[in-house]
C-alpha cells in the first residue's frame, strides 16, 4: 500500500524539491505552509510520517507536534537549522522520531523516512508470526504486536522509537545496553544518530512513566556505558 508523508514547511523550495523526491520515491505527499494549516489537515487525515519545520510562521513545528501528540504518535521528523541545538533536543523530548539539520541531503532524508516506516510496520509483521509475545517485567506489560505499553495497569503512550528502546532494555533486565546497541535497536544498523540522540528519548520514556508512577526508577544510567532496565 502506498505511503503518505505529510510535509510542513513555509519554503515553497523545499516544499517543491521534496516533493518530486519523495514521489520518485512511490510515496504520496501532502503539503502545508505553515503549522495552523497542517493541524488541521493532519487531524483529520492522518499521514504515515510527517515532516515538520521547526520554524514557520502562525504555529511552529514544535507546538504543532505538541497539539498532535495530545492524540496521536504519529511519527515525524524535525527540520531544523543547521545551529539550533537546542531545538533538537526539545523536538526529540516532545516525541519527534528524529531530526534532520538544514540544508539537507535528499538521500538521507530519504534513507530516515524507510527507516521510520519500517519501524512502523513492525507490529503488522510480528502478526505474521515474528513476534517474541509479551513482555511482563513486574509492573511493565509490553505487547509487540499491539504497540501497547501498560505500567500497573495504565496505558502509557510511546512512539515507535520509544517503545523499540524500551522492548531492547526490558528483553534482559540487568543487562547494559550500550548507546550503540539501542541505536541499532530502535534505528537499524544502517542508519546513525548521535548519542544525544538516544539520551533524548530515554529522558522523555522516563518522564512518562513518571507522570503515572513518581517512583519509577527502572531505566537506569550508567555514566560512560549505556542504560539498562532493572525489575528491582
Known amino acids: 500500500m502506498q505511503k503518505t508523508i505529510a510535509l510542513v514547511d513555509d519554503d515553497q523550495n523545499i516544499l517543491t524539491s521534496v516533493s518530486m523526491a519523495l514521489e520518485a520515491e512511490g510515496y504520496r505527499v501532502v503539503t502545508y505552509r505553515d503549522g495552523e494549516e497542517a493541524l488541521s489537515g493532519l487531524t483529520t487525515a492522518p499521514p504515515d510520517l510527517a515532516i515538520l519545520d521547526i520554524k514557520m510562521p502562525r504555529m511552529d513545528g514544535m ?102 528502546l524500551l522492548q531492547s532494555l526490558s528483553q534482559r533486565p540487568g543487562h547494559v545496553k550500550t548507546r550503540d546497541q539501542l541505536m541499532d535497536a530502535a534505528y537499524g544498523e544502517s542508519i546513525y544518530v548521535d548519542d544525544r540522540t538516544i539520551d533524548s528519548h530515554i529522558k522523555r520514556l522516563r518522564r512518562k512513566f513518571r507522570e503515572t508512577d513518581k517512583e519509577f526508577s527502572q531505566i537506569e544510567t550508567l555514566y560512560g556505558v549505556g542504560y539498562r532496565y532493572s525489575e528491582s
Open 63 to 164: 507546538e504543532l507536534l505538541q497539539r498532535l501528540r495530545k492524540d496521536s504518535q504519529l511519527p515525524a521528523i524535525f527540520l531544523t537549522s543547521k545551529d539550533d541545538e537546542i531545538d533538537e533536543v526539545i523536538g526529540l523530548r516532545m516525541g519527534a522520531d528524529d531530526y534532520i539539520k538544514k540544508p539537507f541531503s535528499q538521500r538521507l532524508l530519504i534513507e530516515r523516512i524507510r527507516a521510520i516506516l519500517r519501524r512502523s510496520d513492525l507490529p503488522s509483521e510480528l502478526e505474521e508470526g515474528v513476534s517474541e509475545g509479551l513482555i511482563e517485567r513486574g509492573k511493565l506489560v509490553l505487547d509487540p504486536q499491539r504497540h501497547s505499553c501498560r505500567w500497573d495497569g495504565a496505558e502509557i503512550q510511546l512512539t515507535v522509537t520509544e517503545f523499540l
